[in-house]
């Protein structure tokens, strides 16, 4: 009876963990789809553009979503918009709690016509 309660509880412990490394997983993702829609869209040199605005927003509550994972960042700025064009990048900056600065890659993984698929590195 003592032996099936040990292998009940590591079975239980190892579920747990397990449940908890997924929900990291999925809960800390820096990737994002946008849809390029009037309200998002600028344009820069001559390409549409995900605005600056938004890729700001994104970042700033994707970098530090759970206490466990990332820095807490504050006031995210980019210098232009992220071009709807695969490989097109731009580097964001954001504060630290300690005042220190932070630079957040961000680049285009996908873009079509009407949205684009982008992430940023922790």
Same mark, same amino acid.
């Given at each position: 009876?003592?032996?099936k &309660?040990? !292998?009940?509880a590591i079975? +239980?412990?190892?579920g747990?963990?397990?449940? &908890?490394g997924?929900g990291t997983h =999925? =809960?800390?993702?820096t990737?994002?789809?946008?849809?390029?829609d009037?309200?998002?869209?600028? %344009?820069?040199?001559?390409?549409k553009? =995900? %605005?600056?605005?938004?890729?700001?927003g994104r970042?700033?509550s994707?970098?530090?979503p759970? /206490?466990?994972?990332g820095?807490k960042?504050?006031?995210?700025?980019? /210098?232009?918009? =992220?071009?709807?064009v695969? +490989? %097109?990048?731009?580097t964001?900056? +954001?504060?630290k709690?300690?005042? +220190?600065?932070?630079?957040? /890659?961000?680049?285009? !993984?996908k873009? %079509?016509?009407d949205s684009?698929?982008?992430?940023?590195?922790?």
């Open positions: 009876m003592q032996r &309660f040990v !292998v009940g079975g +239980g412990a190892v747990v963990a397990a449940l &908890f997924v =999925l =809960l800390s993702g990737e994002s789809t946008t849809v390029l009037a309200q998002d869209t600028v %344009a820069v040199g001559g390409h553009a =995900l %605005a600056a605005n938004i890729v700001e970042t700033q994707k970098y530090h759970l /206490p466990w994972v820095t960042v504050t006031d995210v700025s980019c /210098p232009t918009g =992220l071009k709807a695969a +490989g %097109a990048s731009v964001c900056t +954001g504060k709690s300690d005042g +220190g600065s932070v630079d957040i /890659p961000v680049t285009v !993984v873009a %079509a016509a684009v698929t982008w992430k940023f590195e922790r």
